[in-house]
């Protein structure tokens, strides 16, 4: 007979982290029970309560792991990205690759999309702390960087000012790629959009690209999805 293989008390930590987060992730923070996680991960309440003193702990891990920087995954692409000079071609990038991370789920990390979202969703109908922490560890530098690149399409002549307050362009395209993965999120989707995902994120990225301020001649110079998606996918 195999035993099976024990594991350290960082290694158990970890894996009820792992167990625990679909479960928050669909249930909240709220109406998902000790009994529950630690059926999730495989181990008694006494052992979860070793690793984790309360629920609030354990929420609080998964917390620090999500704010932890990014997927080896994706950091690859954060960091091509974001080497780039800011400008109307580097706009387009950042905001394809944030459309598409979120109603495509590409590129895929150690956390999947769908769970991604549902924390965050959940996290408005409780107390937002998530949802919060969220934004301001992962996407505030991101929106910077979007400024920036808006700020230099301004200047080069591709873009145009409008009235829209500097952070909300940025902030207003993220809500609409989150509002899509929202639609997607039950196996049926809300909304018939009578379009692919695929065709949603093109639609939706020439969207956001006119309400930042692109010009119809920047956007046909520089946004080329099939292009793009070379260049995500390589």
Known sequence: MTSKTRLSARERKAAIVRAA??????????????KELALAAGVSE??????????EALYGEIQNLCCQGHDPATRKFIHVITDLEPS??????LV??????QVLGKPAGSIEWDTWQRLIVKSFLEDGAFAR????NRFDEFCARIEACIDAAIASGDAVATPLSPGNRARFGQ???????LVHL?????INYKASREELVHQAVWFILRGMGMTRKAIATYFNPKALDLFFDA
Request: positive net charge.
């Open 46 to 55: 006494p052992l979860l309560y070793k690793h984790f003193p309360s629920k």
């Open 186 to 190: 039950p196996p049926k989707p809300a």
């Open 88 to 93: 109307a071609s580097t706009l387009v990038h």
């Open 96 to 101: 394809y690759y944030l459309v598409r991370a």
């Open 133 to 136: 922490a969220m934004y301001q």
């Open 175 to 181: 809500h609409l790629g989150a509002w899509l993965a």
């Open 21 to 34: 987060l679909p479960l928050f992730a669909r249930q909240g923070y709220a109406e998902t029970t000790t």
